[in-house]
């Protein structure tokens, strides 16, 4: 399975200069090659090729592979859609491939700029060491909030596929980020704290409007998307690794359009909080984790698995007394709103008899 890690280079001021306009360059040669390509109406690489190769090595000054991985970049945007003429970033991510970069040990890395070779000091987190040796292939040189970095390729073994004995059901939500239908709750509340403290923090040095509230909002940037990050991958982490432990596969609601049906018709209080509701992401990392360690993950409608009785199947809008509780008219089954759900999720994704409408939609 191929992954993406992130690994952040420490170049000096020179450095930086070089890097800046060999990028600039870089992709200002990718769009006049997609240009070329689009008023010929040819979408390939060795098209493109043969018509703008030398071209972009006088105009712009690049080297042999750097005008090939110019094109290549065209091309890529090309598969996505035609009907488009591509016209990249200034400062847009670089494609660097073995002919004109390597690795040297595991604390720096040679770039070749418009200046030549430059030897630039890496730096990277625990996580990052540990798949080192498998970055192989085409890495890219990113510019983000004044920093540089390399998005390398690694290729991870996957584990064999478990064999399973049930699934275990999860519900996704706002106030409980995950339920599972063992009884774990994933709360919410940090990350809903978060939010309020970063908004009220943004309306503040908004309001005030100086230089310095201007930097601390331009430090502020980003910080509440990376605490939802790193919840959801512990988050996910903790699913898979009991999935696995326990032989069960994985059960998850598909949310698919979900915004589109809540969103037009909520409170602008309610829309703030469900907009910074990052179930997606969360469904991705278990996904790709849950595929490292063999487990399978269904994704199955979630239509009224909070009103049907996990005990009975008896579906009724009034079993939902609110948020947090569940009490069946029927049979008067009494149990927290979200793990009925997963409980629901459960039984649905091997069709058993709980549910009478919902059936597996997807599988990875």
Known sequence: MKLTIQIQLLPTAVQVNLLRSTVERFNAAATFAARIGFDAAVFSQISIHRRCYRELRERFGLSAQMAVRAIGKSVDCFKRDKTICPQFKPLGAMTYDERIMSFKGLDRVSLLTLGGRQIIPLVYGEYQAERFDRIKGQCDLVFRDGK?????????????????????????????????STGDFFSGAQVEQNRKRQMTARKQYQRKGTKNAKRRLKLMGGRQRRFQTWTNH??????????????????????????????????????????????????????????????PVVAVDPRNSSRTCSRCGHCEKGNRKNQSEFRCKHCGFSTDADLNAALNLSAWAVRKPASKATDVLAST
């Open 234 to 295: 512990n988050i996910s982490k903790q699913i898979v690794g009991k999935a696995k432990a326990l032989g069960f596969g994985i059960s998850m609601e598909d949310l698919s359009f979900i915004r589109c049906r809540i969103e037009d018709h909520s409170s602008r209080k309610f829309r703030r909080r469900f907009g910074n509701w990052s179930f997606a992401q969360l469904r991705q990392f278990v996904e790709y984790k849950a595929r490292l360690a063999g487990v």
């Open 148 to 180: 540089w970095f390399l998005y390398a390729t690694i290729d991870l073994p996957e584990d064999p596929p478990i064999e399973i004995k049930e699934f275990l059901g999860v519900d996704l939500g706002i106030v409980n980020i995950a339920t599972d």
